[in-house]
């Protein structure tokens, strides 16, 4: 069985190729899929796998994933990646002093597009955001989510890909994709 | 000569079809646009404009309006509005706080299309982030937007109208409209 991962980055398509071991033939495309403006991550993957199949033709997934605060009503939301870019971790800091509801949120969701359907799987972690940066592996958001007393960034890569949003979109897609696909 | 403007809201309606006076007749349509997510307000004016014109088949133009603070790498950009939703302008002049560099600007892009063509047309305006929010007038970000030593919520609506990023994308358009369409 082959699948195509849509994305441009070549860890991401190694980290999904490790979660399925040998059952599957993975390969990456990086393709400029023009996207959705939505606030719904599930409706970005939707459109972003139909979208990639239109030009592709073959199976496929693609991914997406939004950083939920609820005390700003879901800031930075689907724009994580933009935020992080331009405020960065320090804004978010700054725009949390002195705010005591802390709850925030991943969602990530995989979008799965063949020429019969279009499926979407999410997986969601709840946490709260720190007072300050801690640890040193990860990335984007991981330094300042907590996930009980230990940050994202302050978990071993095994631990955190066992736990995180993306694993369990993964999961729920794997869960789906061999029962009906590899039988 | 008829044009449809595309957009929720009443009031940018009535806005444009002031700013034409009685050289056209301008109607308003409201019209739900998978919206692109892009940080180039020019590209989703134009892409909005193409969707709209794919589903009217009409002379029509539709608007997209970005703020950009400089010492946020343009944040919040093409996400203004869910940024004012969100963090609000509490959370920019809180993540202001001690910043030296206040520069920021508004952008706005009129996208027109019809059975021939699309076309952009925008407008810019300079100012800086106040430190505290000034005036009653205007609406989202105008408290905060100082062109030189008032708020864009400090000017009376006739002022600002003249002076705007949406004025000046909107004459801009103007000036090319009448006279390639109203001979």
Redesign the interface.
Known sequence: MNLTIVTSNAHKAQEVGAFFGGSLKLSQVSLDI??????NIEE?AY?KAQSAFEELKRPLIVDDTGFFIDA????????AA??L???GVN?IL??M?GVTDRNASFVTSIGYADEREVRVFSGTIQGTIATEKRGAAGFGYDPIFLMGNRTLAEMALEEKSRVSHRARALSAFRDWFLVTHLK
């Open positions: 023009p996207e959705l403006r939505s606030e970005i459109a700003f009503n879901g800031f930075p939301g689907p724009y933009y935020v870019r331009t405020v804004g700054k725009l002093e």
